[in-house]
Nanobody, 125 residues
Framework: VQLQASGGGLVQAGGSLRLSCAAF????????MGWFRQPPGKEREFVAA????????RYADSVKGRFTISRDNAENTVYLQLNSLKPEDTAVYYC???????????????????WGQGTLVTVSS
């Protein structure tokens, strides 16, 4: 399955964006999905994950209460709503499929594959 992330852009602090991650080639409805980000000059980090049914989600402490992950299995798409954006949210955002492990360890990057190309979010102060 190929993943394509979109929706990034330049936004002022306090603003909002909605990222989309569309899957092509195969359905991901049976898989947990995750969003990660890589700030400039830093390593990639976990942002949010959603389980296969959409009933459960998990967030990094830095985005909890501001970001919301959702999915539409019929459309084969995962979303990340970014609200109350801060300059430190500036990063390339990636979506990926969790192909190993369980929901218990869903924050672990090494359990994911089929990484999309990423979409750049820039938050100005």
């Amino acid at each position: 399955v190929q993943l394509q992330a979109s929706g990034g852009g330049l936004v002022q602090a306090g603003g909002s964006l909605r990222l989309s991650c569309a899957a092509f080639g195969r359905t991901f409805s049976g898989y947990n999905m995750g969003w990660f980000r890589q700030p400039p000059g830093k390593e990639r980090e976990f942002v949010a994950a959603i389980n296969w049914s959409g009933a459960s989600s998990r967030y990094a402490d830095s985005v909890k209460g501001r970001f919301t992950i959702s999915r539409d299995n019929a459309e084969n798409t995962v979303y990340l709503q970014l609200n109350s954006l801060k300059p430190e949210d500036t990063a390339v955002y990636y979506c990926a499929v969790q192909t190993r492990g369980s929901w218990y360890s869903t924050q672990s990057e090494h359990l994911y594959s089929n990484w999309g190309q990423g979409t750049l979010v820039t938050v100005s102060s």
